[in-house]
């Protein structure tokens, strides 16, 4: 899956070599956490291409600049804000296909998370909130958070579906946003005096 390697400095994006070992395990897996078919699971992955190199390239330069935070679900907001700022990264046909296969997608997660419904809703950046329910459970958003926080660090925190839940949501919160502000606004908040 896509990610940013802030050791080598390297983004990976998406599993799109099929025929790759790891690859296949890892689109069975996705195939049963998501309830999608290999076709839609490998078609969203695709379809999110854009979105994830800008998503990948946004912790890269934060990484770079020297403004990276201790808190990985602030690095994932301020990461899912550039593309959110940068409508044209994705067409509005792809966004209309990439919408439709998330929300299957967060259904079929659903199933493998203790999680409620609206967790990513609750905890996603107030720019991206398309309902009050950000400010309306301050102590509930920050258990939330403080679980994905918790994610690779600890046997017992936040398991991958967790994880791929409030990320995807996220994702299809700020695909439905409008463009919550300028590109430039993003550099200035998120990339400081650099």
């Keep these: 899956m896509s990610r940013y390697d802030f050791t080598s400095r390297s983004l ?21 956490l998501f309830s999608l078919e290999e076709a839609a699971v490998t078609h969203l992955f695709a379809l999110l291409t ?9 912790h890269h330069l934060r990484h770079a600049v020297g403004v990276t935070g201790p808190s990985p679900w602030a690095e994932e907001q301020a990461a899912h804000l ?8 994705m067409s509005e046909g792809h966004r209309a296909q990439a919408d439709a296969l998330l929300t299957q997608a967060l259904a079929g997660l659903s199933r493998h998370t203790q999680l409620a419904p609206d967790s990513h809703i609750l905890t996603c950046h ?15 958003r920050q258990l939330i958070i403080n679980h994905f926080n918790t994610y690779g ?5 936040a398991t991958l579906a967790d994880y791929l839940f409030l990320q995807l949501g996220w994702t299809l919160l700020a695909l439905r946003s409008p463009c919550p502000f300028p590109l430039t606004q993003w550099l200035r908040e998120y990339l400081g005096n650099s």
């Design 126 to 140: 107030p720019a991206l909130a398309l309902s009050p329910a950000v400010t309306e459970s301050p102590a509930r």
């Design 153 to 157: 660090s600890s046997p017992s925190g």
């Design 12 to 32: 990976y994006v998406g599993v799109h070599d099929k025929k790759a070992p790891e690859n296949k395990l890892l689109i069975l897996y996705l195939q049963d």
């Design 82 to 89: 550039l593309p959110a700022a940068w409508p044209h990264c």
């Design 50 to 58: 854009p979105w994830t190199i800008t998503h990948e390239y946004a």
